[in-house]
């Protein structure tokens, strides 16, 4: 069985549509893939309804949080209920100031002279997605200015760069909280991703597994090889499950399908734990 448990669609900062990515991961000879966009469900039915034969779906969302330190977090949930009103409120939330925090990114670059403007970026960002800085370098690229998204992330979309800008997160304990509520099973998504920013302590990995975490995503590109090592045995000593994923973006990121996975137990375990009535979809 290969499972695949992270996956963006155009829904989020991925580059193929939900049908798309469910043909992707068919033809990249996945059994199982979750869609685990950025705060939001808006690609679960399109997903759904386009699911390959043999290709199994995990319906999630990835959740964006922060630590009371401020160190940003992203919580994978899966099999929540969508509707369960704490974690719709907090979505629609974050969903809703992504917009604005990327305005004021643009217009500080366009004050500096930099060689894009807002209109190029809203020509990016599909209708209803969540708008994040992908949807920048994407207008980057499309003018030239940079070859890749990538290019634009060691630059001028650095997280320690000079027009970083935050936006509003869920309050990481409260996120592991209210995807339990409902009914979903909380895993922390590439827990050691230094690249992206601070990464959090060990001691906040234990508060979250006492507040009801479920598990650590180990295996992902982002995670080097010696913390991998550090984190499964903080998960053997928490009791958390390891999963393994590629956090896919389609061509966004050089993140390919199935190049980390979780194994079948694994999927069984997180399945069983999931309160919500919502189902893994069999094409
Ligand atoms: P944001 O959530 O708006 O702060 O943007 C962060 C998102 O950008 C993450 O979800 C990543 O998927 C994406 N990202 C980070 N680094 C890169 C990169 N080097 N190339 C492409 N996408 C990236
Ligand atoms: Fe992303
Ligand atoms: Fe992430
Ligand atoms: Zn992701």
């Known amino acids: 069985m290969r499972i695949d448990l992270h996956s963006h669609s155009r829904v989020s900062d991925g580059t193929s549509t939900p049908a798309e990515l469910v043909a992707e991961a068919a033809a990249a000879g996945l059994d199982v893939l979750a869609l685990t966009d950025h705060d939001t469900t808006a690609g679960w039915d399109d997903a759904a309804a386009a699911l390959p034969v043999g290709l199994s779906l ?19 949930a899966y099999l929540p209920d969508p509707t369960s ?17 990327l305005r004021r990114m643009v217009a500080r670059m366009v004050a500096d002279g930099q060689p894009i403007t807002w209109q190029q970026v809203e020509d990016q960002l599909p209708e209803g997605s969540t708008a994040g800085r992908p949807h920048i370098a994407d207008a980057l690229v499309e003018s030239g200015v940079v070859g890749h998204r990538d290019e634009a992330f060691d630059g001028l979309l650095d997280s320690g760069g000079p027009y970083y800008e935050r936006h509003y997160a869920v309050p990481a304990l409260e996120a592991v909280r209210l995807v339990r509520v409902a009914g ?4 922390i998504a590439h827990p050691a991703a230094s690249a992206r920013g601070r990464t959090i302590s060990d001691e906040t990995v234990a508060q979250l597994a006492a507040a009801g975490l479920a598990g650590l995503e ?13 984190l499964r045995g903080l998960a053997a000593d928490l009791h958390l499950l390891v999963t393994g994923s590629s956090d896919y973006h389609g061509s966004g990121k050089r993140n390919r399908l199935g190049e980390s996975t979780t194994s079948a137990e694994t999927l069984e375990a997180i399945v069983a734990q999931a309160r919500s009535g919502v189902e893994v979809v069999t094409g």
């Open 58 to 76: 995990v319906l999630g969302i990835e959740v964006s949080c922060t630590t009371t330190g401020g160190i940003s977090l992203h919580l994978l």
């Open 85 to 101: 009103a704490g974690l719709a409120e907090h979505l629609r939330r974050v969903r809703e100031d992504r917009l604005p925090r």
């Open 184 to 187: 979903g099973v909380p895993v």
């Open 218 to 230: 180990v295996d992902h590109r982002d995670n080097p090889p010696e913390a991998r090592a550090r």
